[in-house]
């Protein structure tokens, strides 16, 4: 069974730093690439980050770059996005995902950063 | 960035209708296009990429079609089970960007 498992979120202050971990099985977890995308209440998904197999290439949208960092073990099956300076706009569900060739092959379930003082 | 907008923004339709929602890219995006489908509460589920490529395991009732800057997602004979939010996303260029959403409801 294919599990993606994202943990780390929760309250967080104003300008403060957290760091997402997404712990998978049931799939070669060094062929994929990994993805974070996010989803704002009752609002759209948007994407975050990506990062190749290898963990030699990651991608960010101009918003985010030098605010969120993306990494990957492929010893642990894990893929990581530290977020520091966060803002109140941060504040959304963070669903990893993996991906193969073109396709999103599989999603985790989410974890909630909520930014507030 | 490429802007990708939805229509509708929602529908609703009986059970056993066929429904279509649009996508369309602010530029040319060859066929680097997915769906995805949404449940409340859970996270986004793949239906198709490349722009009518059937993910594994999605039955055959959703189709995609569409290249450049115009696609079409089309769900077959509605089901209770279809009830979601259907959102598209290029994939051509970063940033990657996702259109705002369809939201399908059953009469």
């Known amino acids: 069974e294919v599990l993606l498992m994202e943990s780390g979120g929760g309250l967080v202050k104003p300008g403060g730093s957290l760091r997402l971990s997404c712990t998978v099985s049931?799939?070669?977890?060094?062929?994929?690439?990994m993805i974070w995308v996010r989803q704002a209440p009752g609002k759209g998904l948007e994407w975050v980050s990506s990062?190749?197999?290898?963990?030699?290439?990651?991608y960010y949208p101009d918003s985010l770059r030098g605010r969120f960092t993306i990494s990957r073990d492929n010893a642990k099956n894990s893929v990581y996005l530290q977020m520091n300076s966060l803002r109140a706009e941060d504040t959304a569900v963070y669903y990893c995902?993996?991906?193969?060739?073109?396709?999103?092959?599989?999603w985790g379930q989410g974890t909630l950063v909520t930014v507030s003082s | 960035d490429i802007q990708m907008t939805q229509s509708p923004s929602s529908l609703s339709a009986s059970v056993g209708d066929r429904v279509t929602i649009t996508c369309r890219a602010s530029?040319?995006?060859?066929?680097?296009l997915a769906w995805f489908q949404q449940k409340p509460g859970k996270g986004p589920k793949s239906l198709i990429y490349?722009?009518?490529s059937l993910q594994s395991g999605v039955p055959s009732k959703f189709s995609g079609s569409g290249f450049g800057t115009d696609f079409t997602l089309t769900i077959n004979s509605l089901q209770t089970e279809d009830s979601a939010t259907y959102y598209c996303q290029q994939y051509d260029s970063y940033p990657w960007t996702f259109g705002q959403g369809t939201k399908v409801e059953i009469k």
């Open positions: 490349g722009a009518s």
């Open positions: 995902a993996a991906r193969s060739g073109e396709t999103i092959e599989y």
């Open positions: 990062i190749s197999s290898s963990g030699n290439y990651m």
């Open positions: 530029q040319g995006i060859r066929n680097y």
């Open positions: 049931g799939f070669t977890f060094s062929s994929y690439s």
